[in-house]
């Protein structure tokens, strides 16, 4: 009896461990090893609404830094729920507003349902990844990493840095 109980117990390991195994996440093509291959001047620049706040804190002109940062071309886009963010802020942020309505900056409409920014460019960046993405939220930037092949734009001590990027930028 002792030995039927053992060999039932090996045996659904065994079927969960080839359960497990068939389960493989689709890589894709664009990437070799960590070095995103779809990325490339002019860069598409996913805005979230802290950097645009933390951007006028610093007193940082953002079109122009970016381009200081990247020592290239960038469209910073904003999404839809950037936006409605930006307006349920308030009179307080209106300024954060008025820079993201710059004709300079793209505008992505969003088909999702709901206007919660950080799951909006995380689902963005993960179904397309040409974009890097600028925030200064913790939790965005740790989801963020967890996603191969997508650079995080950050502000460090009053200028733009960028990780995660193939060449050595900021």
Not at 60 to 79: F, G, N, Q, V
Not at 90 to 101: D, I, V
Request: proline share 5%; hydrophobic share 35%.
């Amino acid at each position: 009896a002792n030995q039927e109980k053992v060999a039932k117990a090996t045996e659904i390991a065994a079927k969960k461990k080839d359960e497990a195994q068939q389960h493989i996440t689709q890589v894709p093509t664009a990437m070799f090893f960590q070095y995103n291959t779809q990325l490339g001047p002019p860069y598409h620049v996913l805005v979230d609404t802290n950097f645009i706040n933390f951007s006028i804190k610093n007193k940082l002109e953002i079109y122009k830094s970016m381009m200081d940062c990247l020592l290239a071309k960038c469209i910073p886009c904003i999404t839809d729920c950037v936006m409605a963010e930006l307006e349920k802020l308030g009179s307080k942020y209106r300024l954060a507003l008025r820079l993201a309505k710059d004709p300079r900056f793209d505008r992505i409409p969003c088909s999702h349902s709901g206007t919660y920014a950080d799951d909006c460019l995380l689902q963005r960046c993960q179904q397309h990844r040409c974009y890097i993405v600028a925030t200064c939220d913790k939790d965005l930037k740790r989801k963020i990493r967890k996603i191969p092949g997508v650079p995080i734009m950050y502000i460090n001590s009053r200028k733009f840095s960028i990780e995660r990027m193939p060449e050595a930028f900021g």
